[in-house]
């Protein structure tokens, strides 16, 4: 394993699906629901999202055959959206209709701003032929977001809201994290009192303990939301907040295709690049 591998594995459950599994059999054991992500994104051949496509198929076939409390989350460029946008609708809407059948769902998760409109487009039509099986993500640092917060809202989606974590134009994004969280706030209100089921994602303390005390105030049952973490980060937070019996479930990402995932997180913090220059040293 290269030196990278080994430190990416800090984020990463493994390269395989047996070994991201094992990781939600442990989560799962803290009560920790868990939503698996097979890495991937950006493909340039069909017979690549196709691949994409029948890895997710049996996925979904593990986690019901293992009977772990696990959903699933996918990228739509890894399922070919640069490519062909029928050819990939089709691919997803193959992978929703077997978490349908197998009562599970699927989670389309947000990628740069090129993607945002082409994303809830087809996450609309998803949710029109399959209802709550599937949900998109917002990310709170785009000034559209609220207004989309609005309309998804209004149809009762479900939606997963992040802050963001692609690198984004003044002219697109908040920058200032006042007005991240902001932003996040009123997002996350929008939505509940729409009625939609909400992720709430992030790490964040003061928007954690913000949405516990908003959602108690102004009586949103658990059953509505679900705090959401990224596999390695927080962890006994996690399990703190699934202790208090509040529904957790921690985004938990596989495979091999690692490095743009582990680039995102690496720059999300400082702190994160000291830990990869001391980490090759100690290799
Ligand atoms: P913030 O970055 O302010 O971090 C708060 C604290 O959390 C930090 O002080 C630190 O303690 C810890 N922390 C956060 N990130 C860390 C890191 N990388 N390494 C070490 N510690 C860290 N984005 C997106 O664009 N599209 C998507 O679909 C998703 N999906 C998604 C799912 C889930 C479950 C989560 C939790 C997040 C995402 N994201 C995402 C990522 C998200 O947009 C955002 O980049 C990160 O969550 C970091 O923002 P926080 O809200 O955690 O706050």
Known sequence: MSALAYLARRFVAGETMPAAVEAVKALNQKNVMTSLDLLGEDVTSREEAIQARDAYLALLEKIKADNVDSNVSLKLTQMGLDLDEEFCFALVDAVVQK???????????MEGSAYTQRTIDMFKRLFQKHGNH???????????????ARALGAIG???????????????????DMDDIRH??????????????KVGIATHDDKLVNWAKGWTKENNIPTSQFEFQFLYGLK?????????????????????????PYFIRRLRERKENVFFVIKGLFEN
Not at 166 to 175: D, F, G, L, M, N
Request: proline content about 4%; some cysteine.
């Open 99 to 109: 978490a349908k059948d197998y009562g599970n769902f699927v989670r389309l998760d």
């Open 134 to 148: 599937v949900g998109v993500v917002l990310q709170a640092y785009l000034h559209r977001s609220e207004e989309d």
């Open 235 to 259: 962890r006994s937070l996690a399990i703190k907040l699934a202790a208090e019996s509040y529904q957790v479930r921690a985004y938990v990402p596989f495979g091999s295709h690692w490095m």
């Open 157 to 175: 989606a479900p939606i997963r809201v992040c802050k963001g974590a692609y690198k984004e134009p003044t002219s697109i994004a908040y920058k």
């Open 183 to 196: 932003s996040y706030q009123s997002m996350v209100q929008i939505l509940l009192k729409a009625g939609s």
